[in-house]
């Protein structure tokens, strides 16, 4: 009987001990792991990172690889390439172009608080004019079809503070800035990780508030800034807020690189712009060496004219579509 009782609590205690041993190996991949290491950074490091996008003068490039991605754009016109030119203050360009043929598609400037947009192709040859902060979705709602293309929707300085960020005032007392954590969780990048695991990645998130004049009323959230924390540093993202308090623009920046070999430092190689309230993103890809920042730029390089009597539209008068 002892003897028979000592096997049984010998067999016990074994697939005990099996059992606990199987919990503690027994992982769930599914579940979200911090991805590491982690980088740390003071206020004033992330707002240095800033400093090549506010302090940017001018901006020249050549060859830049455009992509729209949007639900109704022709294919034919979702892939393009694209002339750029920025010039601070407000300054822009842009040259879109059908690849390898170079036939132009549109052609976009924007200054002082207004732009003026050239499209080409066949299907609706426009010369349109209006002011950047005024809302047209009434107008593209009349176009029907064509008024959800990128063409039609993407707008000059939709890019312009995308690559000319303005000044952060961190000494002006009608703004306030914040610093916090934010985790996004995306797949595990990593080569040995299993199938399906999710992370979490780490970044900083610099916010700009604007303060009222009024007392009783809030704070309006005009910007925010995010830093990649894993492993270095690195400025990854802006979102610029509306009046209304959504995301006009959310830009992503990502594949820095020495795009001139003249140049010391570091530019975004891809950099991706978001317009989620017009239904569009335009993905822009630099080509190395066929870029500049900082030179001298002549004034008419952002003069444009209705050189080929596309039919005119002023956006910001009753019109028919």
């Given at each position: 009987?002892?003897r028979a009782s000592?096997?049984?609590?010998?067999?016990?205690?074994?697939?005990?001990s099996s059992s606990?041993?199987?919990?503690?190996?027994?992982?769930?991949?599914?579940?979200?792991?911090?991805?590491?290491?982690?980088?740390?950074?003071?206020?004033?490091?992330?707002?240095?990172?800033?400093?090549?996008?506010?302090?940017?003068?001018?901006?020249?490039?050549?060859?830049?690889?455009?992509?729209?991605?949007?639900?109704?754009?022709?294919?034919?016109?979702?892939?393009?390439?694209?002339?750029?030119?920025?010039?601070?203050?407000?300054?822009?360009?842009?040259?879109?172009?059908?690849?390898?043929?170079?036939?132009?598609?549109?052609?976009?400037?924007?200054?002082?608080?207004?732009?003026?947009?050239?499209?080409?192709?066949?299907?609706?040859?426009?010369?349109?004019?209006?002011?950047?902060?005024?809302?047209?979705?009434?107008?593209?709602?009349?176009?029907?079809?064509?008024?959800?293309?990128?063409?039609?929707?993407?707008?000059?300085?939709?890019?312009?503070?995308?690559?000319?960020?303005?000044?952060?005032?961190?000494?002006?007392?009608?703004?306030?800035?914040?610093?916090?954590?934010?985790?996004?969780?995306?797949?595990?990048?990593?080569?040995?990780?299993?199938?399906?695991?999710?992370?979490?990645?780490?970044?900083?998130?610099?916010?700009?508030?604007?303060?009222?004049?009024?007392?009783?009323?809030?704070?309006?959230?005009?910007?925010?800034?995010?830093?990649?924390?894993?492993?270095?540093?690195?400025?990854?993202?802006?979102?610029?807020f509306d009046d209304?308090?959504?995301?006009?623009?959310?830009?992503?920046?990502?594949?820095?690189?020495?795009?001139?070999?003249?140049?010391?430092?570091?530019?975004?190689?891809?950099?991706?712009?978001?317009?989620?309230?017009?239904?569009?993103?335009?993905?822009?890809?630099?080509?190395?060496?066929?870029?500049?920042?900082?030179?001298?730029?002549?004034?008419?390089?952002?003069?444009?004219?209705?050189?080929?009597?596309?039919?005119?539209?002023?956006?910001?008068?009753?019109?028919?579509?």
């Open positions: 009987m002892i000592f096997v049984i609590t010998v067999l016990a205690l074994t697939i005990l606990c041993s199987s919990l503690v190996k027994v992982r769930d991949s599914s579940i979200p792991r911090l991805l590491t290491p982690l980088a740390e950074a003071k206020f004033e490091d992330l707002i240095e990172q800033l400093k090549p996008f506010t302090d940017l003068q001018s901006l020249r490039s050549w060859s830049v690889y455009i992509r729209f991605i949007d639900a109704e754009s022709a294919e034919r016109y979702r892939e393009a390439e694209a002339i750029l030119v920025l010039q601070r203050p407000d300054k822009i360009r842009m040259v879109i172009q059908a690849p390898v043929v170079k036939t132009k598609l549109a052609e976009m400037v924007s200054e002082s608080n207004h732009f003026k947009v050239a499209i080409y192709p066949a299907d609706y040859r426009r010369f349109l004019r209006g002011t950047n902060d005024a809302d047209y979705g009434k107008w593209r709602e009349k176009l029907g079809e064509r008024g959800k293309s990128a063409l039609i929707s993407a707008r000059p300085f939709h890019f312009t503070e995308a690559l000319m960020i303005r000044s952060v005032n961190i000494n002006d007392s009608h703004f306030v800035y914040g610093l916090e954590e934010a985790f996004i969780e995306e797949t595990d990048p990593r080569q040995d990780a299993k199938r399906g695991a999710r992370v979490l990645r780490s970044f900083y998130v610099i916010s700009e508030l604007e303060m009222s004049s009024n007392e009783q009323a809030p704070a309006r959230v005009c910007r925010r800034f995010w830093f990649d924390r894993t492993g270095t540093i690195q400025f990854s993202r802006q979102q610029i209304r308090g959504r995301i006009a623009t959310d830009v992503h920046y990502s594949d820095y690189k020495k795009l001139n070999s003249n140049s010391q430092g570091i530019w975004p190689g891809v950099i991706l712009v978001s317009r989620p309230h017009d239904n569009y993103s335009a993905r822009l890809t630099f080509s190395e060496d066929r870029f500049e920042l900082n030179q001298d730029l002549k004034s008419d390089v952002f003069v444009l004219e209705n050189d080929e009597n596309l039919p005119e539209t002023d956006l910001d008068k009753p019109t028919t579509p």
